[in-house]
Antibody, heavy 119, light 106 residues
Framework: QVTLKESGPGILQPSQTLSLTCTFSGFSLSTYGMGVGWIRQPSGKGLEWLANIWWDDDKYYNPSLKNRLTISKDTSNNQTFLKITNVDTADTATYYC???????????WGQGVMVTVSS | DTVLTQSPALAVSPGERVSISCRASEGVNSYMHWYQQKPGQQPKLLIYKASNLASGVPARFSGSGSGTDFTLTIDPVEADDTATYFCQQSWNDPNTFGAGTKLELK
């Protein structure tokens, strides 16, 4: 059974760094072709792809945010991490982590963690 | 970025057939995927690579298209299908999503 769960600070202030953790089970990020991605969704709005990390430690970042994003993984503990530096109110959203089995879309999503940036 | 254009909303009656379109601003081969999202829930994969039914998804859902024009079809529509449907392309970088089509039942 594949599950993913996001955790984060809930609320933070502008200019701070947002640190998110995705803890997953039911699959391994050392499996050939496997990836985990981060996607966010402001309340009532659409989805925005942020970053992926792959089984071979290859990383992909959305160019519109690339300078602010860092994705990493701990394969032995089944976790991935996303950091977003210098946040502002536009980063307020629900953040999802998700499993990406190669080219077959996003087949499992976490329940999401809501992050609010406010002074 | 590849822009995916979806109609914002549709209203259909239970038992009818509905087609939800997604048009890409540039070719995406067959790397178009469809998701269903209900309020307060995470998205759920319905169709991957244009026409492949995801595991556990009812056969009422189907997908078609290639290149720039894609369609998600639900036939017949059931009351539980009330949701927002998103398309997503994974051929061009960055991966992008459509703005979503809100499906309402009459």
């Amino acid at each position: 059974q594949v599950t993913l769960k996001e955790s984060g600070p809930g609320i933070l202030q502008p200019s701070q760094t947002l640190s998110l953790t995705c803890t997953f089970s039911g699959f391994s990020l050392s499996t050939y072709g496997m990836g985990v991605g981060w996607i966010r969704q402001p309340s009532g709005k659409g989805l925005e792809w942020l970053a992926n990390i792959w089984w071979d430690d290859d990383k992909y970042y959305n160019p519109s945010l690339k300078n602010r994003l860092t994705i990493s993984k701990d394969t032995s503990n089944n976790q991935t991490f996303l950091k977003i530096t210098n946040v502002d109110t536009a980063d307020t959203a629900t953040y999802y982590c998700a499993r990406i089995p190669s080219t077959e879309g996003i087949d499992y999503w976490g329940q999401g963690v809501m992050v609010t940036v406010s002074s | 970025d590849t822009v995916l254009t979806q109609s914002p909303a549709l209203a259909v009656s239970p038992g009818e057939r509905v087609s939800i379109s997604c048009r890409a601003s540039e070719g995406v081969n067959s790397y178009m995927h469809w998701y269903q999202q209900k309020p307060g829930q995470q998205p759920k994969l319905l169709i991957y690579k244009a026409s492949n039914l995801a595991s556990g998804v009812p056969a009422r859902f189907s997908g078609s298209g290639s290149g720039t024009d894609f369609t998600l079809t639900i036939d017949p529509v059931e009351a539980d299908d009330t949701a927002t449907y998103f398309c997503q392309q994974s051929w061009n970088d960055p991966n992008t999503f459509g703005a979503g089509t809100k499906l309402e039942l009459k």
